[in-house]
T-cell receptor, first 112, second 112 residues
Framework: EAQVTQNPRYLITVTGKKLTVTCSQN?????MSWYRQDPGLGLRQIYY???????DKGDVPEGYKVSRKEKRNFPLILESPSPNQTSLYFC???????????FGPGTRLTVT | QQQVKQSPQSLIVQKGGISIINCAYE??????FPWYQQFPGKGPALLIA?????SEKKEGRFTISFNKSAKQFSLHIMDSQPGDSATYFC???????????FGDGTTLTVKP
């Protein structure tokens, strides 16, 4: 089944403790992206990647890092999480830039 | 600066009625305009999308109307059904730059 998977689905952590949210797609898509969803603010793009080793900032990249060492994986790294990063995070992939994006199931992160 | 403004924030429609959600954008370089549907606890899923070289696209009960000169586009859901109750997001993308900007979302409730 074609899908985007994210792990973990739920995470509660404390301020300053480094964490990684994994994202993997099995559709051989070149383009992958991370979004955060907050009430009343829609989805805001954090980072995106157009191919292996090619990444760029979205609209809200502060406090986040990404890497794209393999085509299928696009992990989101929070080096020193803060409470304002409490949010619902979605990974997405598409065959081409500007094409249909397939979203993962989401990761709900709480930073205390 | 919010580049994509979506309205209304919430919408209640009777079964069989027409649901209309509007979006306005600012950047004339946007070249891909998708609508996503999101059910509670799920990631967004592409519903329908349009490119600026056409003024209307219809897929089943869902229609996008696009007005390039006014920099507006809208989603029309004909014969709305309770199963259409969800949150809808419009988006605008710069396909050559990989960036996507989403509206804040509209929560649609279709009453039986």
């Amino acid at each position: 089944e074609a899908q985007v998977t994210q792990n973990p689905r739920y995470l509660i952590t404390v301020t300053g403790k480094k964490l990684t949210v994994t994202c993997s797609q099995n559709m051989n898509h070149e383009y992958m992206s991370w979004y955060r969803q907050d009430p009343g603010l829609g989805l805001r793009q954090i980072y995106y990647s157009m191919n292996v080793e090619v990444t760029d900032k979205g609209d809200v990249p502060e406090g986040y890092k990404v890497s794209r060492k393999e085509k299928r994986n696009f992990p989101l790294i929070l080096e020193s999480p803060s409470p304002n990063q409490t949010s619902l995070y979605f990974c997405a992939s598409s065959l081409v830039q500007g094409g249909k994006q397939y979203f993962g199931p989401g990761t709900r992160l709480t930073v205390t | 600066q919010q580049q994509v403004k979506q309205s209304p924030q919430s919408l209640i429609v009777q079964k069989g009625g027409i649901s209309i959600i509007n979006c306005a954008y600012e950047n004339t370089a946007f070249d891909y305009f998708p609508w996503y549907q999101q059910f509670p606890g799920k990631g967004p899923a592409l519903l329908i999308a349009i490119r600026p070289d056409v003024s209307e696209k219809k897929e089943g009960r869902f229609t996008i109307s696009f007005n390039k000169s006014a920099k507006q586009f809208s989603l029309h859901i004909m014969d709305s059904q309770p199963g259409d109750s969800a949150t809808y997001f419009c988006a605008a993308s710069l396909t050559n730059a990989g960036k996507s900007t989403f509206g804040d979302g509209t929560t649609l409730t279709v009453k039986p």
